[in-house]
């Protein structure tokens, strides 16, 4: 959790009752503050900054707070005489950590990999490169957490391996019939595009399926009571889903 002292709180989450626990605070060798923090993917690594330096805990040793990895200082890096520094931090689909800059620039930093213990993390300092200026960072929820420890399941997650081909059964949609918005539901490991069609064959509507996401909303609140049919299509082949 972000905190505006140099103290760092941080919970454990069930994520079948959606309770917080074993709450841990401690202070950040900082005394500018803590400004984003992060996990990375294995849920090993915490990674915190204050907007001069960057720092990692290794959740998995028993004495992370005295044996916190210094990962990084401020480079003395500008943009227009603006200091790209730390801010928010997000991990992203592709396994790595984008961390923005406090102030508006077109940079973000980021951790190659962080799943890795110390400077093997491979931070890499304003390496991206933004079309415009940003001080935020696009979120992307984790739909993908695997079982639950202890072999619990719960509904929030998946107890079966994703399927790795593009196949009809993969989609579906909800509600059916529906009057304002269009819940597509997929897995894929391959961006499609999901198209509506009315009775005479016209589109209507169309939206991306991103790979990283589980479901996308398309608003039909503006057609006609009707039939319409549905279809995915990726790399030039079609599946037909639900009439």
């Known amino acids: 959790m972000m905190n505006a002292s140099n103290i760092l709180d941080y919970m454990e989450f069930n994520r079948c009752n959606g309770e917080f626990f074993n709450l841990k605070s401690f202070t950040i ?24 330096n960057l720092y990692q805990y290794d959740t998995w040793n028993q004495e992370m707070v005295q044996d916190v990895i210094h990962i990084a200082e401020w480079d003395s890096f500008t943009e227009l005489q603006v200091p790209v520094l730390f801010f928010i931090h997000q991990l992203a ?6 961390i923005s800059a406090f102030n508006g620039v077109s940079y973000f930093n980021v951790i190659n990999s962080p799943d890795s213990l110390g400077l093997e993390c491979d931070f890499s300092p304003h390496s991206f490169v933004l079309p415009q200026y940003h001080t935020d960072i696009p979120s992307f929820p984790n739909y993908d957490l695997g079982a639950a420890p202890g072999g619990d399941t719960c509904n ?3 107890t079966t391996p994703p399927q790795l081909s593009l196949k009809t059964s993969l989609f579906s949609i909800a509600p059916n019939p529906v009057s304002d918005w269009l819940n597509i539901i997929y ?6 595009l999901f198209e509506l069609f009315d009775f005479y064959g016209k589109k209507v ?6 790979h ?6 398309l608003n039909v609140s503006e057609l006609p009571p009707g039939v319409y049919l549905a279809a995915v299509s ?3 082949k079609r599946f037909g889903v639900r009439r």
């Open 29 to 52: 060798p900082d005394s500018i503050g803590t400004y984003g923090c992060s996990f990375s993917p294995n849920s090993r690594f915490l990674y915190a900054s204050s907007k001069y």
């Open 93 to 98: 689909a592709d396994g790595k950590i984008y």
């Open 156 to 158: 929030a997650v998946y």
């Open 187 to 192: 897995q894929s490991n391959e961006d499609a």
């Open 205 to 210: 509507g169309a939206i991306s399926l991103f």
């Open 212 to 217: 990283y996401f589980k479901n996308r909303l």
């Open 234 to 236: 990726c790399k030039e």
